[in-house]
Protein backbone atom coordinates (compact mmCIF):
# COMPACT_ATOMS: atom_id res chain seq x y z
CA UNK A 1 0.00 0.00 0.00
CA UNK A 2 1.40 3.36 -0.95
CA UNK A 3 0.20 6.66 0.88
CA UNK A 4 0.99 9.94 -1.16
CA UNK A 5 0.58 13.49 0.65
CA UNK A 6 1.24 16.76 -1.52
CA UNK A 7 1.31 20.18 1.30
CA UNK A 8 1.88 23.15 0.76
CA UNK A 9 1.46 23.66 -2.70
CA UNK A 10 1.59 26.90 -4.51
CA UNK A 11 2.27 28.68 -7.47
CA UNK A 12 2.19 32.45 -8.72
CA UNK A 13 2.67 34.11 -11.74
CA UNK A 14 3.76 37.50 -12.15
CA UNK A 15 2.86 37.84 -8.25
CA UNK A 16 -0.78 36.49 -9.06
CA UNK A 17 -1.66 32.93 -6.96
CA UNK A 18 -2.37 30.87 -9.45
CA UNK A 19 -2.85 27.77 -6.59
CA UNK A 20 -2.09 28.93 -2.81
CA UNK A 21 -1.14 26.55 0.14
CA UNK A 22 -3.40 23.34 -1.24
CA UNK A 23 -2.63 20.00 0.58
CA UNK A 24 -4.28 16.35 -1.14
CA UNK A 25 -3.97 12.91 0.21
CA UNK A 26 -3.79 10.21 -2.26
CA UNK A 27 -3.98 6.25 -1.38
CA UNK A 28 -3.59 2.74 -3.01
CA UNK A 29 -6.20 1.82 -4.55
CA UNK A 30 -8.40 4.81 -4.63
CA UNK A 31 -9.59 7.17 -7.35
CA UNK A 32 -9.50 10.64 -6.29
CA UNK A 33 -11.42 13.22 -8.01
CA UNK A 34 -9.75 16.51 -8.67
CA UNK A 35 -12.26 19.40 -9.62
CA UNK A 36 -12.59 23.11 -10.08
CA UNK A 37 -13.86 25.09 -13.07
CA UNK A 38 -11.38 26.71 -15.65
CA UNK A 39 -8.51 28.67 -13.74
CA UNK A 40 -9.26 26.92 -10.18
CA UNK A 41 -5.75 25.64 -10.13
CA UNK A 42 -6.20 22.03 -11.57
CA UNK A 43 -3.52 22.58 -14.31
CA UNK A 44 -1.12 24.05 -11.86
CA UNK A 45 -1.45 21.44 -9.58
CA UNK A 46 -0.84 18.47 -12.09
CA UNK A 47 1.98 20.29 -13.39
CA UNK A 48 3.85 21.18 -9.87
CA UNK A 49 3.08 17.10 -9.48
CA UNK A 50 5.10 16.44 -12.58
CA UNK A 51 7.67 18.53 -11.74
CA UNK A 52 7.31 20.89 -15.33
CA UNK A 53 6.81 23.58 -13.00
CA UNK A 54 9.10 24.36 -10.73
CA UNK A 55 6.40 25.52 -7.44
CA UNK A 56 6.87 28.65 -4.84
CA UNK A 57 6.74 25.76 -2.21
CA UNK A 58 5.79 22.20 -1.97
CA UNK A 59 6.31 19.31 0.48
CA UNK A 60 5.66 15.55 -0.54
CA UNK A 61 5.37 12.74 0.95
CA UNK A 62 5.73 9.30 0.18
CA UNK A 63 4.92 6.64 2.33
CA UNK A 64 6.30 8.30 5.56
CA UNK A 65 9.30 9.75 3.62
CA UNK A 66 9.95 12.90 2.44
CA UNK A 67 9.94 13.03 -1.30
CA UNK A 68 12.11 15.68 -3.61
CA UNK A 69 10.28 16.68 -6.64
CA UNK A 70 12.38 19.09 -8.57
CA UNK A 71 11.85 17.82 -11.99
CA UNK A 72 10.10 15.72 -14.61
CA UNK A 73 12.77 12.75 -13.56
CA UNK A 74 11.92 13.11 -9.92
CA UNK A 75 8.60 12.48 -10.72
CA UNK A 76 8.73 9.47 -13.36
CA UNK A 77 11.07 7.80 -10.80
CA UNK A 78 8.94 8.24 -7.48
CA UNK A 79 6.65 6.53 -10.20
CA UNK A 80 4.01 9.45 -11.31
CA UNK A 81 2.69 8.92 -14.84
CA UNK A 82 0.22 11.12 -16.43
CA UNK A 83 -1.98 11.27 -19.59
CA UNK A 84 -2.67 14.74 -20.18
CA UNK A 85 -5.99 16.05 -21.67
CA UNK A 86 -4.56 17.15 -25.12
CA UNK A 87 -3.68 15.16 -28.00
CA UNK A 88 -0.16 15.62 -28.35
CA UNK A 89 0.90 12.53 -30.49
CA UNK A 90 3.66 12.71 -33.23
CA UNK A 91 1.21 12.13 -35.94
CA UNK A 92 4.29 10.93 -38.82
CA UNK A 93 4.99 8.34 -36.55
CA UNK A 94 3.25 4.85 -35.96
CA UNK A 95 1.08 4.27 -33.39
CA UNK A 96 3.76 2.00 -31.56
CA UNK A 97 6.27 4.81 -31.69
CA UNK A 98 4.11 6.88 -30.19
CA UNK A 99 3.28 4.31 -27.13
CA UNK A 100 7.33 3.94 -26.48
CA UNK A 101 7.83 7.51 -26.87
CA UNK A 102 10.64 8.75 -24.16
CA UNK A 103 11.44 5.14 -23.31
CA UNK A 104 14.58 3.35 -24.43
CA UNK A 105 13.67 1.21 -27.21
CA UNK A 106 14.39 -2.83 -27.12
CA UNK A 107 17.45 -3.33 -29.17
CA UNK A 108 19.00 -6.42 -31.13
CA UNK A 109 22.57 -7.09 -30.77
CA UNK A 110 23.00 -4.08 -28.45
CA UNK A 111 22.45 -1.36 -31.21
CA UNK A 112 19.67 -2.32 -33.97
CA UNK A 113 16.26 -1.55 -32.30
CA UNK A 114 13.87 -4.33 -32.37
CA UNK A 115 10.95 -3.46 -34.01
CA UNK A 116 9.24 -6.46 -33.72
CA UNK A 117 9.63 -6.01 -29.37
CA UNK A 118 8.30 -2.58 -30.05
CA UNK A 119 5.15 -3.54 -31.57
CA UNK A 120 4.86 -6.68 -28.94
CA UNK A 121 4.99 -3.75 -26.20
CA UNK A 122 2.30 -1.56 -27.93
CA UNK A 123 0.47 -4.53 -28.61
CA UNK A 124 0.07 -5.33 -25.12
CA UNK A 125 -0.42 -2.06 -23.45
CA UNK A 126 -3.55 -2.01 -26.08
CA UNK A 127 -4.81 -4.85 -25.28
CA UNK A 128 -4.96 -3.89 -21.11
CA UNK A 129 -7.25 -1.04 -22.46
CA UNK A 130 -9.22 -3.46 -24.76
CA UNK A 131 -8.10 -1.54 -27.90
CA UNK A 132 -7.02 -4.46 -29.77
CA UNK A 133 -8.56 -3.08 -32.91
CA UNK A 134 -5.86 0.21 -33.36
CA UNK A 135 -2.97 -1.25 -35.61
CA UNK A 136 0.32 -0.32 -34.05
CA UNK A 137 1.76 -0.02 -37.68
CA UNK A 138 -0.40 2.78 -38.70
CA UNK A 139 0.49 6.23 -38.56
CA UNK A 140 -0.83 7.81 -35.57
CA UNK A 141 -2.33 10.89 -37.06
CA UNK A 142 -4.71 8.97 -39.09
CA UNK A 143 -6.79 7.53 -36.17
CA UNK A 144 -9.81 9.57 -34.66
CA UNK A 145 -9.42 11.60 -31.42
CA UNK A 146 -10.58 8.47 -29.46
CA UNK A 147 -7.97 6.16 -30.54
CA UNK A 148 -5.65 8.76 -30.09
CA UNK A 149 -6.44 9.47 -26.54
CA UNK A 150 -6.24 5.17 -26.16
CA UNK A 151 -2.70 5.57 -27.55
CA UNK A 152 -1.62 8.02 -24.92
CA UNK A 153 -3.32 6.15 -22.39
CA UNK A 154 -1.32 3.31 -23.41
CA UNK A 155 1.89 5.26 -23.49
CA UNK A 156 1.32 5.80 -19.57
CA UNK A 157 0.53 2.15 -19.30
CA UNK A 158 3.44 0.59 -21.23
CA UNK A 159 5.96 -1.28 -18.82
CA UNK A 160 9.16 -0.02 -20.84
CA UNK A 161 11.20 0.94 -17.53
CA UNK A 162 12.78 0.04 -14.45
CA UNK A 163 10.14 2.62 -12.12
CA UNK A 164 7.56 0.83 -11.35
CA UNK A 165 3.92 2.99 -11.28
CA UNK A 166 2.15 4.14 -7.94
CA UNK A 167 0.43 7.38 -9.55
CA UNK A 168 -1.52 7.37 -12.16
CA UNK A 169 -2.96 11.02 -12.86
CA UNK A 170 -5.59 11.13 -15.58
CA UNK A 171 -6.11 14.82 -16.74
CA UNK A 172 -9.97 14.72 -18.83
CA UNK A 173 -9.06 11.56 -19.89
CA UNK A 174 -12.86 10.93 -21.19
CA UNK A 175 -13.33 14.47 -23.52
CA UNK A 176 -12.34 12.93 -26.72
CA UNK A 177 -13.54 9.42 -25.66
CA UNK A 178 -17.22 7.87 -26.83
CA UNK A 179 -19.64 6.04 -24.70
CA UNK A 180 -18.23 2.71 -25.37
CA UNK A 181 -14.31 3.52 -24.98
CA UNK A 182 -14.95 5.61 -22.22
CA UNK A 183 -16.74 2.30 -20.63
CA UNK A 184 -13.18 0.27 -21.81
CA UNK A 185 -11.41 3.44 -19.72
CA UNK A 186 -13.06 2.65 -16.13
CA UNK A 187 -12.65 -1.26 -16.53
CA UNK A 188 -8.68 -0.08 -17.16
CA UNK A 189 -8.86 2.64 -13.99
CA UNK A 190 -10.82 -0.60 -11.76
CA UNK A 191 -8.09 -2.74 -12.62
CA UNK A 192 -5.32 -0.33 -11.92
CA UNK A 193 -7.19 0.15 -8.82
CA UNK A 194 -7.07 -3.71 -8.05
CA UNK A 195 -3.28 -3.53 -8.37
CA UNK A 196 -3.06 -0.86 -5.61
CA UNK A 197 -2.24 1.85 -7.89
CA UNK A 198 -3.72 5.43 -6.84
CA UNK A 199 -5.29 7.25 -9.36
CA UNK A 200 -5.84 11.44 -9.05
CA UNK A 201 -8.68 12.34 -11.84
CA UNK A 202 -9.56 14.97 -13.20
CA UNK A 203 -12.72 15.87 -15.08
CA UNK A 204 -15.82 18.48 -15.46
CA UNK A 205 -18.20 15.49 -16.32
CA UNK A 206 -20.03 15.23 -12.44
CA UNK A 207 -21.76 12.07 -13.23
CA UNK A 208 -18.76 10.29 -14.01
CA UNK A 209 -16.95 11.11 -11.07
CA UNK A 210 -19.34 10.07 -8.56
CA UNK A 211 -19.82 7.26 -10.57
CA UNK A 212 -16.33 5.87 -10.47
CA UNK A 213 -14.15 8.14 -7.69
CA UNK A 214 -13.54 7.69 -4.42
CA UNK A 215 -12.83 11.08 -3.00
CA UNK A 216 -13.44 14.08 -4.51
CA UNK A 217 -11.33 17.15 -3.41
CA UNK A 218 -12.66 20.82 -4.87
CA UNK A 219 -10.77 23.83 -6.09
CA UNK A 220 -11.91 27.62 -6.31
CA UNK A 221 -9.52 30.54 -7.39
CA UNK A 222 -6.77 28.48 -6.43
CA UNK A 223 -7.36 27.87 -3.22
CA UNK A 224 -8.49 24.01 -1.06
CA UNK A 225 -12.07 24.28 -0.61
CA UNK A 226 -13.25 21.07 0.48
CA UNK A 227 -12.43 16.93 0.59
CA UNK A 228 -14.38 14.46 1.13
CA UNK A 229 -15.29 10.72 0.55
CA UNK A 230 -18.10 10.44 -2.54
CA UNK A 231 -20.16 8.39 -0.74
CA UNK A 232 -20.54 11.59 1.89
CA UNK A 233 -21.41 13.90 -0.89
CA UNK A 234 -23.32 14.95 -3.66
CA UNK A 235 -23.88 16.30 -7.10
CA UNK A 236 -24.97 19.53 -5.84
CA UNK A 237 -22.52 19.99 -2.97
CA UNK A 238 -19.42 19.59 -5.58
CA UNK A 239 -21.95 21.93 -7.83
CA UNK A 240 -21.89 24.39 -5.07
CA UNK A 241 -18.21 23.97 -3.86
CA UNK A 242 -16.93 24.73 -7.62
CA UNK A 243 -18.71 27.43 -8.42
CA UNK A 244 -19.94 29.32 -5.07
CA UNK A 245 -23.50 29.20 -6.06
CA UNK A 246 -26.54 26.08 -6.08
CA UNK A 247 -27.24 25.14 -9.96
CA UNK A 248 -30.64 24.10 -10.31
CA UNK A 249 -30.73 23.66 -13.45
CA UNK A 250 -27.91 22.71 -15.84
CA UNK A 251 -29.62 24.13 -19.07
CA UNK A 252 -31.62 27.27 -19.91
CA UNK A 253 -34.67 26.81 -20.54
CA UNK A 254 -36.12 27.80 -24.04
CA UNK A 255 -38.62 31.06 -23.31
CA UNK A 256 -39.67 31.37 -26.95
CA UNK A 257 -40.85 28.73 -30.17
CA UNK A 258 -38.53 28.39 -33.00
CA UNK A 259 -39.27 30.38 -36.30
CA UNK A 260 -41.28 29.00 -39.35
CA UNK A 261 -38.35 30.21 -42.02
CA UNK A 262 -36.86 27.91 -43.39
CA UNK A 263 -32.79 28.30 -43.19
CA UNK A 264 -31.09 24.99 -44.84
CA UNK A 265 -33.22 22.55 -46.67
CA UNK A 266 -31.70 19.01 -47.69
CA UNK A 267 -33.55 15.90 -49.89
CA UNK A 268 -31.67 12.86 -50.50
CA UNK A 269 -28.26 14.48 -50.42
CA UNK A 270 -24.94 12.32 -50.72
CA UNK A 271 -21.48 12.95 -50.53
CA UNK A 272 -18.51 10.65 -50.26
CA UNK A 273 -18.72 10.57 -46.88
CA UNK A 274 -22.56 11.02 -46.23
CA UNK A 275 -25.51 9.22 -47.42
CA UNK A 276 -29.99 9.83 -47.43
CA UNK A 277 -29.18 13.28 -45.87
CA UNK A 278 -33.22 14.90 -45.69
CA UNK A 279 -33.86 17.15 -43.15
CA UNK A 280 -34.77 20.83 -42.97
CA UNK A 281 -33.49 23.11 -40.02
CA UNK A 282 -35.90 26.15 -39.29
CA UNK A 283 -34.75 29.73 -38.20
CA UNK A 284 -34.01 29.36 -34.42
CA UNK A 285 -33.76 25.48 -33.69
CA UNK A 286 -31.40 23.57 -32.13
CA UNK A 287 -30.79 20.43 -33.93
CA UNK A 288 -28.51 18.36 -32.22
CA UNK A 289 -26.61 15.50 -33.96
CA UNK A 290 -25.54 11.79 -32.28
CA UNK A 291 -24.67 9.01 -32.83
CA UNK A 292 -20.82 6.38 -32.63
CA UNK A 293 -18.17 7.78 -32.74
CA UNK A 294 -17.19 8.42 -36.47
CA UNK A 295 -20.39 8.24 -37.68
CA UNK A 296 -20.34 11.41 -40.36
CA UNK A 297 -21.04 13.60 -37.50
CA UNK A 298 -17.97 16.30 -38.51
CA UNK A 299 -18.78 15.61 -41.74
CA UNK A 300 -22.13 16.70 -41.88
CA UNK A 301 -20.62 20.05 -40.41
CA UNK A 302 -18.42 20.30 -42.97
CA UNK A 303 -20.80 20.17 -45.42
CA UNK A 304 -22.07 23.29 -44.53
CA UNK A 305 -18.21 24.92 -44.57
CA UNK A 306 -17.86 23.92 -48.28
CA UNK A 307 -15.37 21.29 -47.14
CA UNK A 308 -17.09 18.40 -47.74
CA UNK A 309 -18.66 18.11 -51.46
CA UNK A 310 -22.08 17.26 -52.54
CA UNK A 311 -22.32 14.31 -54.86
CA UNK A 312 -25.97 13.78 -55.80
CA UNK A 313 -29.41 15.53 -54.12
CA UNK A 314 -30.25 19.01 -53.79
CA UNK A 315 -29.55 21.37 -50.74
CA UNK A 316 -30.01 24.71 -49.88
CA UNK A 317 -28.54 27.67 -47.45
CA UNK A 318 -30.86 30.71 -46.95
CA UNK A 319 -32.67 29.66 -50.50
CA UNK A 320 -29.17 29.51 -51.94
CA UNK A 321 -26.84 27.02 -53.11
CA UNK A 322 -24.61 25.64 -49.54
CA UNK A 323 -20.98 27.64 -49.53
CA UNK A 324 -18.65 26.49 -51.50
CA UNK A 325 -15.35 26.85 -49.06
CA UNK A 326 -14.44 27.83 -45.54
CA UNK A 327 -14.13 31.85 -46.80
CA UNK A 328 -17.59 31.70 -48.28
CA UNK A 329 -18.99 30.27 -45.23
CA UNK A 330 -17.65 32.65 -42.90
CA UNK A 331 -18.47 35.76 -45.54
CA UNK A 332 -22.43 34.01 -45.65
CA UNK A 333 -22.72 34.46 -41.74
CA UNK A 334 -21.74 30.61 -41.34
CA UNK A 335 -19.81 30.31 -38.20
CA UNK A 336 -17.51 27.12 -37.25
CA UNK A 337 -16.60 26.12 -33.80
CA UNK A 338 -14.46 23.01 -34.58
CA UNK A 339 -14.24 19.58 -32.44
CA UNK A 340 -10.52 20.08 -31.43
CA UNK A 341 -9.87 23.70 -30.66
CA UNK A 342 -6.27 23.77 -30.18
CA UNK A 343 -5.55 21.79 -33.14
CA UNK A 344 -8.11 23.21 -35.75
CA UNK A 345 -9.25 26.41 -34.29
CA UNK A 346 -6.54 28.59 -32.67
CA UNK A 347 -3.23 30.39 -32.67
CA UNK A 348 -1.88 29.20 -29.92
CA UNK A 349 1.19 31.59 -29.87
CA UNK A 350 -0.82 34.65 -31.29
CA UNK A 351 -3.36 37.20 -29.28
CA UNK A 352 -6.46 37.12 -28.05
CA UNK A 353 -7.09 39.89 -30.04
CA UNK A 354 -5.69 38.14 -33.26
CA UNK A 355 -7.61 34.85 -32.88
CA UNK A 356 -11.15 36.66 -32.55
CA UNK A 357 -10.31 38.32 -35.33
CA UNK A 358 -9.15 36.01 -37.70
CA UNK A 359 -12.17 34.71 -39.79
CA UNK A 360 -13.44 38.76 -40.34
CA UNK A 361 -10.19 40.69 -41.25
CA UNK A 362 -11.29 41.36 -44.36
CA UNK A 363 -14.17 43.92 -43.07
CA UNK A 364 -11.27 45.56 -41.68
CA UNK A 365 -9.53 47.05 -45.07
CA UNK A 366 -6.78 46.81 -47.07
CA UNK A 367 -4.96 48.17 -44.16
CA UNK A 368 -4.59 47.15 -40.48
CA UNK A 369 -6.74 48.38 -37.78
CA UNK A 370 -5.68 47.52 -34.58
CA UNK A 371 -7.82 49.85 -32.69
CA UNK A 372 -10.74 48.81 -34.33
CA UNK A 373 -9.85 45.08 -33.71
CA UNK A 374 -8.81 45.96 -30.09
CA UNK A 375 -12.81 47.16 -29.45
CA UNK A 376 -14.26 44.11 -31.51
CA UNK A 377 -12.35 41.71 -29.10
CA UNK A 378 -12.66 43.72 -25.87
CA UNK A 379 -16.37 43.85 -26.96
CA UNK A 380 -17.23 40.10 -27.77
CA UNK A 381 -14.40 38.94 -25.15
CA UNK A 382 -17.35 40.57 -22.64
CA UNK A 383 -20.28 38.96 -24.37
CA UNK A 384 -18.77 35.66 -23.67
CA UNK A 385 -17.46 36.54 -20.13
CA UNK A 386 -13.83 35.87 -21.33
CA UNK A 387 -11.38 36.15 -18.34
CA UNK A 388 -8.19 37.01 -19.80
CA UNK A 389 -5.25 39.93 -18.71
CA UNK A 390 -6.50 41.81 -21.82
CA UNK A 391 -6.62 41.60 -25.42
CA UNK A 392 -2.86 41.22 -26.17
CA UNK A 393 -2.54 38.23 -23.90
CA UNK A 394 -1.21 34.51 -25.96
CA UNK A 395 -4.21 32.39 -26.42
CA UNK A 396 -1.86 29.28 -25.41
CA UNK A 397 -1.65 30.89 -21.46
CA UNK A 398 -5.87 30.51 -21.34
CA UNK A 399 -7.59 27.89 -19.61
CA UNK A 400 -9.39 25.28 -21.37
CA UNK A 401 -12.99 27.10 -20.96
CA UNK A 402 -11.33 30.45 -21.91
CA UNK A 403 -9.78 29.35 -25.16
CA UNK A 404 -13.49 27.79 -26.07
CA UNK A 405 -15.00 31.37 -25.19
CA UNK A 406 -12.30 32.54 -27.58
CA UNK A 407 -13.80 30.76 -30.15
CA UNK A 408 -17.28 31.47 -29.84
CA UNK A 409 -16.00 35.27 -29.50
CA UNK A 410 -15.16 35.17 -33.00
CA UNK A 411 -17.84 32.91 -34.21
CA UNK A 412 -20.72 35.64 -32.89
CA UNK A 413 -18.94 38.52 -34.49
CA UNK A 414 -20.85 39.21 -37.45
CA UNK A 415 -24.30 37.39 -35.94
CA UNK A 416 -24.43 33.79 -37.65
CA UNK A 417 -27.35 32.77 -39.08
CA UNK A 418 -26.41 29.07 -38.96
CA UNK A 419 -23.75 28.35 -36.38
CA UNK A 420 -22.14 24.78 -36.79
CA UNK A 421 -20.77 23.36 -32.94
CA UNK A 422 -18.54 20.36 -32.93
CA UNK A 423 -18.10 19.05 -29.26
CA UNK A 424 -18.30 23.08 -27.93
CA UNK A 425 -17.90 21.88 -24.09
CA UNK A 426 -15.56 19.15 -24.30
CA UNK A 427 -13.08 19.63 -21.71
CA UNK A 428 -15.13 22.40 -20.25
CA UNK A 429 -16.38 23.08 -16.82
CA UNK A 430 -19.65 23.14 -15.22
CA UNK A 431 -19.60 27.13 -15.13
CA UNK A 432 -18.03 27.96 -18.21
CA UNK A 433 -20.80 25.63 -20.04
CA UNK A 434 -23.61 27.20 -18.78
CA UNK A 435 -22.29 30.26 -20.41
CA UNK A 436 -21.41 28.65 -23.84
CA UNK A 437 -25.23 27.44 -23.16
CA UNK A 438 -26.27 30.78 -22.67
CA UNK A 439 -24.52 32.14 -25.63
CA UNK A 440 -26.49 29.06 -27.81
CA UNK A 441 -29.67 30.01 -25.98
CA UNK A 442 -29.06 33.77 -26.97
CA UNK A 443 -28.25 33.01 -30.84
CA UNK A 444 -31.17 30.79 -31.24
CA UNK A 445 -33.86 33.44 -29.64
CA UNK A 446 -32.20 35.82 -32.40
CA UNK A 447 -33.47 33.24 -35.10
CA UNK A 448 -29.40 31.90 -35.70
CA UNK A 449 -30.20 28.05 -36.59
CA UNK A 450 -27.35 25.77 -34.89
CA UNK A 451 -26.41 22.45 -35.36
CA UNK A 452 -24.66 20.79 -32.71
CA UNK A 453 -22.96 17.07 -32.14
CA UNK A 454 -21.93 16.34 -28.99
CA UNK A 455 -21.19 12.62 -27.08
CA UNK A 456 -22.74 14.23 -23.86
CA UNK A 457 -26.27 12.84 -24.22
CA UNK A 458 -27.68 14.50 -21.51
CA UNK A 459 -25.54 17.90 -23.38
CA UNK A 460 -27.71 16.71 -26.81
CA UNK A 461 -30.95 16.06 -24.70
CA UNK A 462 -30.85 19.92 -22.30
CA UNK A 463 -30.17 21.85 -25.38
CA UNK A 464 -31.73 20.43 -28.87
CA UNK A 465 -35.12 20.78 -29.79
CA UNK A 466 -35.06 17.70 -32.30
CA UNK A 467 -31.61 14.93 -32.91
CA UNK A 468 -30.62 13.57 -35.94
CA UNK A 469 -28.58 10.46 -35.21
CA UNK A 470 -26.11 9.53 -37.59
CA UNK A 471 -24.92 5.34 -38.15
CA UNK A 472 -22.02 4.48 -40.73
CA UNK A 473 -22.45 8.42 -42.47
CA UNK A 474 -26.32 7.97 -43.27
CA UNK A 475 -29.35 9.57 -41.37
CA UNK A 476 -30.73 6.93 -39.63
CA UNK A 477 -33.60 8.69 -37.36
CA UNK A 478 -34.74 12.39 -37.24
CA UNK A 479 -36.28 12.40 -33.20
CA UNK A 480 -38.68 14.88 -31.64
CA UNK A 481 -36.68 15.14 -28.49
CA UNK A 482 -39.93 15.12 -25.76
CA UNK A 483 -39.28 13.03 -22.97
CA UNK A 484 -36.55 11.44 -24.88
CA UNK A 485 -33.87 10.02 -22.08
CA UNK A 486 -30.23 9.58 -22.96
CA UNK A 487 -30.58 5.38 -22.73
CA UNK A 488 -33.95 6.26 -25.50
CA UNK A 489 -31.72 8.30 -27.54
CA UNK A 490 -28.73 5.42 -26.96
CA UNK A 491 -30.80 2.97 -28.26
CA UNK A 492 -31.14 4.36 -31.66
CA UNK A 493 -27.18 4.62 -32.12
CA UNK A 494 -27.88 0.58 -32.63
CA UNK A 495 -31.31 0.36 -34.27
CA UNK A 496 -31.23 0.22 -38.25
CA UNK A 497 -31.92 3.16 -39.96
CA UNK A 498 -35.54 4.59 -40.92
CA UNK A 499 -36.29 5.40 -44.55
CA UNK A 500 -36.27 8.85 -44.95
Known amino acids: MHSLIFTNMSKAFGGVPALADVTLNLCSGRVHALMGE ?53 PQVSVAENILLGRDLPLRFGFAVDWNKVQVQAEEALAFLGATHIDVTSPAGDLPSGDKMMIKIAAALVSADQNEPVLYVLDEPTAALTGEESEMLFDVIERLKERGMAILYVSHRIDEILRICDDVTVLRDGKFVTSNEISKTSKADIIEAMTGRDFKDAYPKREVSIGTKTVVSLKNVDTTNLQGLCFDIRAGEILGVSGLAEAGQTQLLKLFMGIEKIKSGTASFNGEELPLSPSDAWARSVAYIPGERRGEALCLDMSVRANIVLPHLSKYGFFAKPWLENKDA ?52 IGAKYDIYLLVRELSVKGCAVILTSTDLPEVLGMCDRVLVMQGGRQAHFLERGDMTSADLLSHFYTSHEAT
Open 38 to 90: NGAGKSTLIKLIAGVLKADSISVNKNGIPLALNNAKDAHEAGFRFIHQELNIV
Open 378 to 429: LELGGKVQLKSNGVSQPVGQLSGGNQQKIVFARAIQDNPTLLLLDEPTRGVD
